[in-house]
Every structure is written in C-alpha cells, then in structure tokens.
C-alpha cells in the first residue's frame, strides 16, 4: 500500500545542527567512552595488582551511571522539543469534502491542522490516468491539476476550498443499473497531491497524499439544516410579499 503522509518530513533550516543536544551528546559519549576505554585497558592488560582493581571499579561504576544519567537527560530534552514543535508546528493535509450550501458538490481542500501558520505553500497535483471519454464528462468545476502559484500563508485552523465537481460526475455511473451516456463509466482514479511549505522560522515541510473520490461514495447529499432554514426563511418572505 502507498505511503499516506500525515505528519510532513521536515527539514530543519541551518544552524540548527548544534541546538537540538545531539552535538553535546556526541562529545559527552566521547569523552566518557575514551575515559572507559582507558580503565578497562588498565584493568584488563595492566599491572594485576587486586588493590588496583577495587579501585578501578566504583570509577567504573560511576562513569556507566553518568553516561546514562546523560542519555536519560537528552532523551527527555529531546522528546521535550517535539512537543513543543507538535504545539508551535503548521500541518497541512489535503483532503475531498463537501459544500455547506451544496452537499452533491465535492470539493478539493488544503487544511491547516497544525498549531501554526504555513507560508509559501506549493500545489503540485498529478493529473490521473484516466479514459479519455470519462475525462470529458467529469465536467470539472475547476481544474485542480493545472499549476498554482503559491498561496502566501494559511492561517492556523483555516482552509483553502476549490470547487472539484458534483459527486456523480467523479464516481461515475453504477453499472448495474441502466446506463446514462452523460456520466463517466468509473469513478475517477486515485491520484497524487503533494505540498510543501514552510513554517514562520523557516523551517521547510513535504508531504505527498492519495487522493481517492471513493472515500465519498455513500456519502449524503442532503441539505444541511442550516441550508434548511435558510429555505424556510425565503418561503416565509415570498408569502409575505
């Protein structure tokens, strides 16, 4: 199964190397590992005297305890950092769904689900090896597989909406029943989206999604509530007039 891209990789900016602890753990590993090579020459190839040997070993000892005293530290100072970037970092996903006011269309959306702002966001979705005749009765709303000029910033908690096309028009015709030549035969294939972006530190992010309409066969076309209200409220005024 294809890889689906929740969580984006992301690309540290430079200068970063040295601020995320590993550089100091490599030093203090150094440092020690050196140290306890020397002592266990000395205690295995050097002078065998016994007094020497009791000495050696609580030296022994405490140098094991500090090194993972280190290692427990920088492992907490680092998973420390990653939830601090979990609550500062923009996710973005892109996703099908549908209009409030018009349930039947589907639309293409970019969501930031993150806890920051992601600027310069780059759209590259691959076009679908789809049948020619097919492709031609989609009746796209808007084609979303030309390219995009990068959307400045999406705000945290916000989205970006493209109007796809209705749903018939994706997931095509049922087969068993009696043929309509105006919808496709299938539903359109799966296809690619990838984003990338960056964060307010400059921080860069990839990720690639499988988009598939048959996530949305079964789905309701019904109007919202809301919608229904509004209906209800332009029935009252015409009878009022």
């Given at each position: 199964?294809?890889k689906?891209?929740?969580?984006?990789d992301?690309?540290?900016?430079r200068?970063r190397?040295?601020?995320?602890?590993?550089?100091?753990?490599?030093?203090?590993?150094g440092?020690?590992?050196?140290i306890l090579?020397?002592?266990?020459f000395?205690?295995?190839?050097?002078?065998p005297?016994?007094s020497?040997y009791?000495?050696?070993?609580p030296?022994i000892?405490?140098?094991?305890?500090?090194?993972a005293?280190?290692?427990?530290?920088?492992?907490a100072l680092l998973?420390?950092r990653?939830?601090?970037?979990?609550?500062?970092?923009?996710?973005?996903?892109?996703?099908?769904?549908?209009?409030?006011?018009?349930?039947?269309l589907?639309?293409?959306?970019?969501?930031?689900?993150?806890?920051g702002?992601?600027?310069?966001v780059?759209?590259?979705?691959?076009?679908?090896?789809?049948?020619?005749?097919?492709w031609k009765k989609?009746n796209?709303l808007?084609n979303?597989?030309?390219?995009?000029?990068?959307?400045?910033?999406?705000?945290?908690?916000?989205?970006?909406?493209?109007?796809?096309a209705l749903?018939?028009?994706?997931?095509?015709q049922?087969?068993s029943?009696d043929s309509?030549?105006?919808?496709?035969?299938?539903?359109l294939?799966?296809f690619?989206a990838?984003?990338s972006?960056?964060d307010?530190a400059?921080?860069?992010?990839d990720?690639?999604f499988?988009?598939?309409?048959r996530?949305?066969?079964?789905?309701?076309?019904?109007?919202s509530?809301q919608?229904?209200i509004v209906?209800?409220?332009?029935?009252?005024?015409k009878k009022?007039?």
């Amino acid at each position: 199964m294809a890889k689906y891209t929740i969580r984006h990789d992301k690309n540290e900016p430079r200068g970063r190397f040295r601020g995320d602890g590993k550089f100091a753990l490599g030093i203090v590993i150094g440092v020690f590992g050196a140290i306890l090579a020397f002592v266990s020459f000395e205690f295995f190839w050097g002078t065998p005297d016994f007094s020497e040997y009791l000495l050696t070993v609580p030296l022994i000892i405490s140098l094991i305890v500090a090194l993972a005293s280190t290692y427990i530290a920088v492992n907490a100072l680092l998973e420390q950092r990653k939830a601090r970037e979990a609550g500062t970092d923009p996710v973005l996903i892109a996703h099908l769904g549908q209009r409030v006011d018009a349930r039947e269309l589907v639309t293409f959306n970019i969501s930031n689900v993150g806890s920051g702002a992601a600027i310069k966001v780059q759209l590259v979705t691959e076009r679908p090896v789809d049948n020619d005749n097919d492709w031609k009765k989609r009746n796209f709303l808007q084609n979303i597989f030309r390219p995009h000029k990068p959307f400045a910033v999406i705000p945290q908690g916000q989205s970006v909406e493209f109007n796809f096309a209705l749903g018939w028009n994706l997931l095509g015709q049922d087969l068993s029943n009696d043929s309509n030549d105006e919808l496709p035969s299938r539903p359109l294939p799966p296809f690619q989206a990838k984003l990338s972006y960056e964060d307010l530190a400059g921080a860069q992010y990839d990720g690639e999604f499988t988009i598939d309409v048959r996530e949305m066969e079964g789905l309701g076309a019904h109007k919202s509530p809301q919608m229904r209200i509004v209906a209800a409220l332009e029935m009252i005024e015409k009878k009022n007039k």
